[in-house]
């Protein structure tokens, strides 16, 4: 807040250039644009359809989203102000004004260029113009007579570039219209552009997009085509691999087929169960007969066997007919007779005498004939059925290669089949788009341009406000880099020492005595005056039971020497005995100004007695002979001290004008004698690198030192 403070005060100080610079931009501002003409304005609203969807019918797409909207627009914006779009329209316009019989009749005052122009280099332009309308083709660089074209248009400000300035292209609010403007000095100048570069978007807009929409549907109908053939040409692939490997139904068949041998296997196993039971039943028969039985047994049986076994045999075939036809009807009454005959031969053979007749075991003897029969029956299907079983697993093993084959096709079928459909649905959608595409037209039309509202005032007015603000801008550039001290906060920042004050420049030094009796007229003197009691308050507290006062300076012409004057006439209004020593040998102006024939060489050396104050509000003064010498060069340490113990005895203030730190040495052997040491600094100066020096050393002499005076400050 300090640091603006200060601005603001920086800037007043430079008041009359702010006040000026403005004054005089804005008077020649005005003399500039008096003669500026009025400037008109037409305007036309295209419907884009984007929005409000009412004239399309209804929309394949209602979900867009908001952000979707805007982008199309900006790009619909952005089209409209392309070269491409505003080059025919350049053409037209300079074709109007090639034609115009007239100046009243052009659109704008003929350009150097165009009035130069013979008849015949008329007619060329017109004819190249025309043609490039007609193409819509741009100017060509490298064409010498296109380049001399491209300068006419530019010229007349009908370039591309021009025409962007003077074209303003925007939607309305969240819309479904776009305002197309255009500015300029003619009224009918302004309709036709607007209105041209209206049709001219439109136009080369539509075709874009049905040319768009052609070629998509091309697009899509041959790749649908391409996706329709790749699947006819599988599907006739699958049909023929099924007619050349007879397959009908490979799902169904093989269920059969797996139905098939089940129903075998099974058969399969009651057989063998059959052929197990038979044996054991027959061995537990033949442990009823005695050796003697069996052997007579087997020796009546041989010649009735011999007829079974021919049965058995005709039996047997034709089991193995019955299970290869798969259990087919027509041949189980076969088996069915067979088996009646082999039934009548086992009875013939029970009722023949072939067992002991000492025995009665004719009962058992039936059941073993009937059991063999029975287990022979079973050990031959058992055969037949493994043969059907091997014939079917191999009818199986031949349709697993046909069944991969299958999947294969028909896993491409369906893979073909869903391209195909997603095709044909992405050309539906593009083919029913392109019927209801977005079509822009003019809501509309722009007519004779309005006068627009002057903008003369506001330029004049901003012409001065920029000025102002320029002005203000290189003032703060200046400010920020100027590292100059220009007020006691500042210094104290810059030194970490205390401000005791600051003191204006004073016009009229000479003045300054005299005001001490009367208030003076002069306001900077009267400034000056109430800003040194500040100060001398500041010292008078600092220096308290204390006497003397060294003032010293960083470098040369700072001031020192009218503020320790001034400092010896205000200590004197508040009777203080004075006394003014100066010490600073190469650059005696207080002894030159005061006039004394008291000189401190010949008081330190013993030759003049000491000096006495008159009066309380007296001020006296010890000159020097200004001779290049330092002040211990005079007499030496204890010498000195003793005299300015003296001198205080007699005084109630001893001001000593240093020699500025510049002489370091000089200055030190003054303020080692010194009880208080107050340092005075020029405002507008800054601290260097080579000034840090004596800076460091008053701030390390801590108590003595009182602080700083800044000097020749600008109040206002």
């Known amino acids: 807040m300090t640091e603006f403070v200060q601005f603001l005060k920086f800037l007043y100080s430079k008041k009359l250039i702010l006040i000026l610079v403005p004054l005089v931009t804005t008077i020649a501002s005005y003399f500039l644009v008096k003669k500026l003409p009025d400037q008109y304005k037409s305007e036309a609203r295209i419907s884009t359809g984007l929005v409000d969807k009412t004239d399309q019918g209804f929309s394949l797409r209602t979900d867009e989203q908001q952000s979707e909207i805007s982008q199309k627009f900006n790009n619909i914006i952005q089209s409209m102000l392309l070269k491409k779009t505003l080059d025919p329209i350049g053409y037209q316009l300079i074709l109007h004004d090639l034609k115009a019989k007239s100046a009243e009749e052009s659109y704008r005052k003929p350009s150097s260029l165009l009035k130069d122009l013979s008849p015949q280099q008329r007619s060329r332009a017109i004819a190249v113009f025309t043609q490039k309308l007609a193409t819509r083709d741009e100017l060509s660089p490298q064409k010498k007579e296109e380049v001399e074209l491209q300068d006419l248009l530019e010229s007349m400000k009908y370039d591309n570039e021009s025409l962007t300035k003077k074209f303003t292209v925007y939607r309305v609010g969240d819309s479904d219209f776009i305002k197309v403007e255009f500015e300029g000095e003619n009224p009918y100048l302004t309709e036709f552009a607007v209105n041209a570069l209206c049709n001219e978007f439109i136009t080369a807009f539509s075709n874009r997009l049905q040319s768009s929409n052609t070629r998509s549907i091309e697009f899509l109908e041959a790749f649908m085509n391409e996706k329709m053939s790749n699947l006819s040409r599988r599907m006739n692939e699958l049909k023929n691999f099924k007619i050349q490997n ?254 005791l004050g600051r003191l204006n420049v004073l016009t009229d030094p000479a003045s300054l005595n005299q005001s001490w009796q009367n208030q003076s007229d002069h306001k900077n003197v009267q400034q000056y005056k109430d800003l040194l009691r500040a100060v001398r308050f500041e010292l008078d507290n600092e220096l ?44 005696p102006s207080i002894s030159q100004s005061s006039g004394s024939t008291l000189f401190l060489e010949d008081y330190l050396t013993g030759q003049t007695a000491l000096p006495v104050a008159t009066d309380p509000h007296s001020v006296q003064f010890l000159s020097n002979k200004g001779l290049d010498y330092s002040l211990l060069e005079i007499a030496s340490e204890t010498t000195v001290q003793q005299k300015m113990q003296e001198l205080s005895r007699n005084f109630d203030v001893i001001l000593i004008e240093t020699p500025s730190l510049e002489s370091l040495n000089k200055a030190k052997e003054w303020i080692a004698v010194s009880d208080k040491v107050v340092a005075v600094y020029k405002s507008g100066e800054t601290i260097t690198a080579k000034k840090a020096p004596a800076v460091t050393y008053l701030t390390s002499l801590k108590n003595s030192f009182t602080g700083w005076i800044l000097n020749k400050t600008t109040i206002a």
């Open 246 to 499: 007879r397959v009908l139904n490979l799902n169904e068949q093989a269920r059969n087929l797996y139905g098939e041998i089940t129903d075998f296997e099974t058969k399969k196993e009651v057989a063998v169960k059959d052929v197990v039971a038979y044996t054991a039943a027959l061995k537990n028969i033949d442990n009823k007969f005695n050796p003697a039985d069996r052997q007579y047994l087997e020796n009546a049986m041989t010649a009735i066997n011999q007829k079974v076994i021919d049965v058995k045999q005709q039996l047997r075939a034709a089991n193995d007919i019955y299970y290869s036809s798969n259990f087919d009807p027509k041949f189980k009454q076969r088996v069915d007779s067979l088996q009646n005959q082999l039934n009548i031969q086992i009875s013939a053979a029970t009722d023949s005498y072939i067992y002991n007749p000492l025995v009665a075991k004719g009962d058992l003897i039936t059941q073993k004939l009937s059991l063999e029969i029975q287990r022979e029956i079973a050990q031959n299907s058992i055969k037949s059925l493994q043969d059907q079983l091997d014939k079917l697993n191999s009818r199986l093993d031949s349709m697993v290669p046909n069944e991969a084959r299958v999947q294969e096709y028909e896993t491409s079928i369906d893979v073909a089949s869903k391209e195909y459909i997603e095709a044909l649905q992405r050309y539906n959608e593009a083919k029913m788009l392109s019927q209801y595409t977005l079509q822009l037209r003019i809501l509309e039309k722009a007519l004779p341009g309005t006068a627009a509202p002057s903008k003369k005032i506001i330029l004049i007015a901003l012409s001065g406000i920029v000025s102002f603000v320029l002005c203000v801008f290189v003032f703060f550039i200046i400010y920020y880099l100027d590292k100059s001290i220009q007020d006691p906060l500042s210094l104290a920042n810059a030194t970490d020492s205390p401000v």
């Open 544 to 587: 308290k039971d204390k006497h003397i006062l060294a003032i010293t300076s960083l470098t040369q012409g700072e001031g020192k020497t009218l503020i320790t004057l001034s400092l010896s006439q205000a200590f004197s209004m508040i009777g203080k005995k004075v006394l003014v020593i100066d010490g600073n040998f190469l650059n």
